[in-house]
Nanobody
Framework: QVQLVESGGGLVQPGGSLSLSCAASGRLFAMYSMHWYRQAPGKQRDLVAS???????NYAESVKGRFTISRDNAKNTVSLQMSSLKPEDTAVYYCHVGPVFGRHYWGQGTQVTVSS
């Protein structure tokens, strides 16, 4: 069983920065790629950033150069540092891992609102 708990969302002005964190339970955290997704109202859930067990990273084109994903295996956490935020970044952000023994796990989500 894996549990993911996100934190760090909030309201920020355009051009501002925000950092999200995801704390994961379980001893196998370091073995798996971790991902951040986001879902805006009325839209599908989209992949934002991924980090492999070897710390290789991938980003959606829309966030390249503005977002940075990182992980701390000692603390079982994955973070998403967001800068130069735009109104279109407004969404609920979800942490994800899987499949882990055939199952996918999601956090509860954290709201990010970019507005003046």
């Amino acid at each position: 069983q894996v549990q993911l708990v996100e934190s760090g969302g909030g309201l920020v002005q355009p051009g501002g920065s925000l950092s999200l964190s995801c704390a994961a339970s379980g001893r196998l955290f370091a073995m798996y790629s971790m991902h951040w997704y986001r879902q805006a109202p009325g839209k599908q859930r989209d992949l934002v950033a991924s980090i492999s067990s070897g710390r290789d990273t991938n980003y959606a084109e829309s966030v390249k150069g503005r977002f940075t994903i990182s992980r701390d295996n000692a603390k079982n956490t994955v973070s998403l540092q967001m800068s130069s935020l735009k109104p279109e970044d407004t969404a609920v952000y979800y942490c994800h891992v899987g499949p882990v023994f055939g199952r996918h796990y999601w956090g509860q989500g954290t709201q990010v609102t970019v507005s003046s």
